[in-house]
């Protein structure tokens, strides 16, 4: 199936680790996202990138940094997680239109 | 930068009856309005979108109205049904398709319907 799929679905860990988010997409999109939706449902973008250009939003800490292999995946990497980084988190990506999401990773600091 | 704010936040209706959802944005720049339904458990999904050279666009129960001058535009759907249950989202964007990071969205309308 043509989407934009993300793992882990949930992800559960401690204050202080290290942690990824997988992200792909086979729509042959150029530009891909990283949003945060907190616990009232309010999206906001984390970052965006392409091959060219990775623009991120000055309000998201350092310790959040997208990694780009290759133009079809845009991974999430969180360093020293803290409680307040508990929220769900989408991949997006898009070509010149609409963004598709992913269906989203839980995360989970205990 | 851009500013979108939308209305209710909540909106319970009896199934069958119509629902709308508003939303105001601040830059006059702004010519792109995708509308996003959010599914318990899911993504958001596009499910109409309208720009600036247009006042209303229709999709079968599903329409969105845009007035450039008062910087408003607003999702209507008629003859509401149980799978109408979601949190809706509008955006806006200066550039079409909401550019590299140009989208802002409003804060969502969680919509309930009734049987």
């Known amino acids: 199936d043509t989407a934009v799929s993300q793992t882990p679905k949930y992800l559960v860990t401690q204050m202080g680790n290290d942690k990824s988010i997988k992200c792909e997409q086979n729509l042959g999109h150029d530009t891909m996202y990283w949003y945060k939706q907190d616990s009232k449902k309010f999206l906001k973008i984390m970052f965006s990138?392409?091959?060219?250009?990775?623009?991120i939003n000055e309000t998201v800490p350092n310790r959040f940094s997208p990694k780009s292999p290759d133009k079809a995946h845009l991974n999430l990497h969180i360093n020293s997680l803290e409680l307040g980084d508990s929220a769900v988190y989408f991949c997006a990506s898009s070509h010149k239109g609409p963004r598709t999401f992913g269906s989203g990773t839980r995360l989970t600091v205990v | 930068g851009e500013n979108v704010e939308q209305h209710p936040s909540t909106l319970s209706v009896q199934e069958g009856d119509s629902a709308v959802i508003k939303c105001t944005y601040s830059?006059?720049?702004?010519?792109?309005f995708p509308w996003y339904k959010q599914e318990l458990g899911k993504g958001p999904q596009l499910i109409i979108d309208?720009?600036?050279?247009?006042g209303e666009k229709k999709d079968q129960r599903i329409a969105v109205t845009l007035n450039k001058t008062a910087k408003h535009f607003s999702l209507h759907i008629t003859e509401t049904q149980p799978e109408d249950s979601a949190v809706y989202f509008c955006a806006a964007s200066a550039v079409e398709g909401g550019g590299a990071d140009g989208l802002t969205f409003g804060k969502g309308t969680h919509l309930i319907i009734q049987p």
């Open positions: 309208i720009r600036s050279n247009v």
């Open positions: 990138y392409n091959n060219k250009e990775l623009i």
């Open positions: 830059d006059s720049a702004s010519n792109y």
